[in-house]
T-cell receptor
Framework: DGGITQSPKYLFRKEGQNVTLSCEQNLNHDAMYWYRQDPGQGLRLIYYSQIVNDFQKGDIAEGYSVSREKKESFPLTVTSAQKNPTAFYLC??????????FGPGTRLTVL | GESVGLHLPTLSVQEGDNSIINCAYSNSASDYFIWYKQESGKGPQFIIDIRSNMDKRQGQRVTVLLNKTVKHLSLQIAATQPGDSAVYFCAENRGYQKVTFGIGTKLQVIP
């Protein structure tokens, strides 16, 4: 089965903690993306990567970090610098100029 | 319950009727448009796409219409079924970091 997986489905973070969200794809896509989804708003781009070992900031990168050491993996770390991290996080992948395929999402809640 | 879908425009449709969901886009340079369906607590799923050299594209029970003059996109769902209940949103794609997502419309199918 080809697709994108995200883990965990639900994640709880204490104040001051860093947490890492996993995203893996076996679609052989070059590009991967992280979005944040909040109620009443469209998806907002956090980071994207067009190729292994390269990534670019999106519109709301502050308080987040990523790595792209392998083509199939694009983990997102939510750092303690992110002041309002409670949200639904979506990972996606695509080939250039094609539609993005999304993972099932991770819901992060700050306790 | 999941918070995605709160504060969104809502369209209520009787089962078996046709649904029309509208989207206005902002950038006349956008040349690729996508409709996604998002069920509660899940990642968005690709439904249908259209490029700017077309006015209409049909899929299975779905049709997308593009009016470039007024920068308007619509999704028509024929014979709406309970399984069609979800949030639908459009995306305009101008490159890796230049994808803009609408906030979505919640479709409620009345049995």
């Amino acid at each position: 089965d080809g697709g994108i997986t995200q883990s965990p489905k639900y994640l709880f973070r204490k104040e001051g903690q860093n947490v890492t969200l996993s995203c893996e794809q076996n679609l052989n896509h070059d590009a991967m993306y992280w979005y944040r989804q909040d109620p009443g708003q469209g998806l907002r781009l956090i980071y994207y990567s067009q190729i292994v070992n390269d990534f670019q900031k999106g519109d709301i990168a502050e308080g987040y970090s990523v790595s792209r050491e392998k083509k199939e993996s694009f983990p997102l770390t939510v750092t303690s610098a992110q002041k309002n991290p409670t949200a639904f996080y979506l990972c996606a992948s695509s080939q250039p100029r094609d539609e993005q395929f999304f993972g099932p999402g991770t819901r992060l809640t700050v306790l | 319950g999941e918070s995605v879908g709160l504060h969104l425009p809502t369209l209520s449709v009787q089962e078996g009727d046709n649904s029309i969901i509208n989207c206005a886009y902002s950038n006349s340079a956008s040349d690729y448009f996508i409709w996604y369906k998002q069920e509660s607590g899940k990642g968005p799923q690709f439904i249908i796409d259209i490029r700017s050299n077309m006015d209409k594209r049909q899929g299975q029970r779905v049709t997308v219409l593009l009016n470039k003059t007024v920068k308007h996109l619509s999704l028509q769902i024929a014979a709406t079924q309970p399984g069609d209940s979800a949030v639908y949103f459009c995306a305009e794609n101008r490159g890796y970091q230049k994808v803009t997502f609408g906030i979505g419309t919640k479709l409620q199918v009345i049995p």
